[in-house]
């Protein structure tokens, strides 16, 4: 199957069947499409067009549809659907992760009434237990659903077993074994399997070396783990050792994007997750607090301005590169604070003490300072008669990329030292910061130097 | 096994046992530890200590910590050995895309000297078709290493070709299956194999619904149709539809950090990729270029004011708020450009054109504009006796947010249109472009503002 292309004609020529109710032409027409797809095809439907495609659908299709679509048309959906719909012809068709984080989108009366009605105990019960988790832990993340064999059985025990249990999962990717209280001792992988002979026990072939996390791990530290240990599935434990789940890695490519994305909106002064496709009201609410800020920070700069009212009035020349020092002070801090925030959240393991980071950053602070401040010197220097601007820019300007480069690097680690997550910092707090300060830079030492030469 | 944790007193501890030449202290200490982990130690040491510990290590780990290391070091590693070593305990011992990956930082001469060292003309041939690829597709992605079978074999034939197949492979995922010319058909999941008695044929049991992509599809697209899919393993077919290999998620889950943390760096105005461990020297070439497009940009800035010099010379609190009006083109159009940048990187499939994008974004400009324009003029109603100025901020305000709001939507939307990647215009670029725009626009009305009342 190749990739599917979704079009505007498609979606014509769907609506269209739609309204005539030719439902064996929008069979012929959806056919083979994968679950992601159709979520796709949803998010331009009508509700009232959706539902009646998604009727036709078989119940697995259905299930896995509804858990690819994006949160704020699930939610439309499920609103309008009684909650005994919800529990047997979705809920009761997904991996206990999905399902317990379509129902943790729900308020807690639905979410008891869809659970009511699962015929299955353990079914049910399962789903509660994982609801019970911080959704940005392990056990947030994982699911209950996994083949695991006893570490006395037999190989054709197992494979029974295994057989029995294969059933109920999508993809087998690790068999895990467990001792006879549920501890995880190991993993059997499918490999070995194929090669193993069938008069082998399980604790003759399994694999000790088992990486494993608790219930209770971050889900930014599940990943790295992941990523770094290249896993496709990572077994969860609780605070005994018992097996209770595993992470797939499908789960955890959604965590890695959405962390990178949001320290990249953080850092571009969008507070909330917004999507391209989000209303304007969302984008507006994203957006205005860090205008503000940036808008009282500019007013606060404003009153600097005002304190040197006399070397301005006499000299309003100097008030030409007011814009071009706070604006590289927003830049080096920027610079500074974006290498910090992520060699944080990349969780890359690092010696140097945060000391030698800031003795680090304070040779590459001296370094670009003296580049740019050499640079606006020459310039001023051939361009502008005014041999005191010419001092004023050249000092200030080296302060203001030394102060900018120690405060974007100092300001994360602070923070992340405070356990608040550094990526806050990066827009709007570290280039505000700076550009008061370039101003106040700038302006004091320019005070100094005209009354000396000037 | 729990999570290795990386300290300072291990590394001095294992340092003086390498200094002593204690060779079975070393590998008891680092007995059990993950290739990874070991990678992680081996940064923390210097050459000759590195050297010391990977000659004690099997063959099969040896190769793994080499492709576990960042690449500058592995570079200065690789130097220091002859290529017959390279080949014959490294290359020789890793998955063919690590081999191609390694061999590919070499240079032309070296990659030929180590492949003459390869007994195996399969292997060799193998890591040479893998280098032929840009490492930014598909083809560079992918490894040789699979298990196929062929459509019309029983199941008992499949068996016995997969257990050869599959001693050479790490861990198997899917079962590609195949026509008599190699054209894949599907796959076979081991979950089947599980399952399925062993009388049936393969082209019975196979799912014909695979997912494939061709050898020169980017290596961007390929992580979003993994993540879209949910996809652990991804055959790659030749431009005639012939199964050459396939791309695992571990490779794909780098490929999707990567992206991002570019994207972000290049928003921040970092135009090299660089790690907190680089150089100060590497830091300063990564952040100087666009640091001197931001010193030209205040430069540019610094000429407007002076071509508005009557204005300023007789009304000195105008120059007040340049930083002000400079700022907040800047953080505007950065905002805008953010959301633009990232729905396009995520490759999200999205019916709105880019007219509506235009249409949406100036909703949001208007009233984003018309939110912040009041309060300013508000501000400046209440403290400053100048109603010129009050007047002339207002509407300046209005007309920054509006402009820098459509600019930087505009231009990555034209760059992606025009083939370039859109990332590299969000910092420098834009935040540039806003800043002498407003500075324009503010001066420009508070000349005719002023003429007119005051």
Chains 1, 2 share one sequence.
């Not at 299709?61 to 012809?89: C, G, H």
């Not at 949001?262 to 917004?274: C, P, R």
Request: with cysteine; glycine share 6%.
């Amino acid at each position: 199957m190749l990739n599917f292309e979704l079009t505007r004609e498609y979606i014509d020529n769907l609506t269209e069947l739609i309204e005539a109710k030719n439902e064996s032409a929008i069979s012929e027409l959806m056919e083979e499409l994968h679950p992601a797809d159709i979520a796709e095809i949803y998010e331009e439907l009508s509700l009232d067009e959706a539902k009646f495609i998604y009727f036709m659908m078989d119940d697995d299709t259905a299930a896995d549809v509804l858990t690819e679509l994006e949160e704020n048309d699930r939610k439309k959906f499920l609103d309008s659907l009684p909650s005994d719909v919800i529990a047997k012809r979705f809920i009761d068709n997904m991996d206990s992760d999905d399902a317990a984080d379509v129902l943790g989108e729900l308020d807690d009366e639905r979410q008891q009434e869809v659970l009511s009605h699962i015929d299955d105990v353990s079914t049910a019960g399962d789903i509660a237990d994982l609801l019970a988790y911080d959704e940005d832990t392990a056990g947030g993340l994982m699911a209950k659903e996994l083949i695991k064999v006893k570490e006395n059985w037999g190989v054709p025990t197992c494979l029974r077993s295994m057989r029995r249990q294969a059933e109920e999962i999508d993809e087998v990717y690790y068999v895990y074994v467990v001792d006879s209280d549920g501890i995880l001792k190991g993993t059997l992988s499918l490999k070995k399997m194929l090669l193993s002979a069938s008069d082998v026990l399980v604790k003759d072939i399994y694999n000790s070396d088992v990486i494993s996390v608790k219930v209770d791990v971050d889900a930014e530290d599940v990943s790295n783990i992941m990523d770094k240990y290249d896993l496709v599935a990572l077994p969860v434990t609780d605070s005994i050792g018992r097996l209770v789940g595993r992470i797939t890695i499908d789960d955890v490519v959604d965590v890695i994007r959405e962390e990178a994305e949001k320290d990249y909106q953080l850092a571009s002064g969008i507070v909330e997750d917004v999507e391209a496709s989000d209303s304007v009201w969302q984008h507006t609410r994203a957006r205005i607090p860090w205008l503000l800020i940036g808008m009282a920070g500019g007013i606060l700069a404003s009153w600097v301005a005002f304190g040197h009212l006399d070397l301005i009035d006499k000299f309003p020349i100097v008030s030409f590169f007011m814009p071009l020092i706070a604006a590289m002070g927003g830049n080096v801090g920027m610079q500074s604070s974006a290498i910090v925030v992520q060699s944080l959240a990349s969780g890359a393991v690092d010696l140097e003490t945060n000391w030698l980071k800031l003795l680090k950053e304070l040779g590459l602070a001296l370094l670009n300072a003296s580049i740019l401040s050499t640079l606006i010197f020459a310039y001023s220097y051939l361009f502008n008669d005014e041999m005191a601007l010419t001092i004023t820019l050249g000092i200030s300007m080296f302060s203001v990329v030394f102060f900018a480069s120690l405060f974007g690097t100092f300001v994360p680690l602070l923070l992340n030292k405070l356990k608040i997550d550094p990526a806050v910092a990066t827009g709007p707090f570290i280039t505000t910061v700076n550009d008061i300060m370039g101003m106040f830079l700038y302006l004091s030492i320019g005070n100094e130097v005209f009354k000396m030469l000037a």
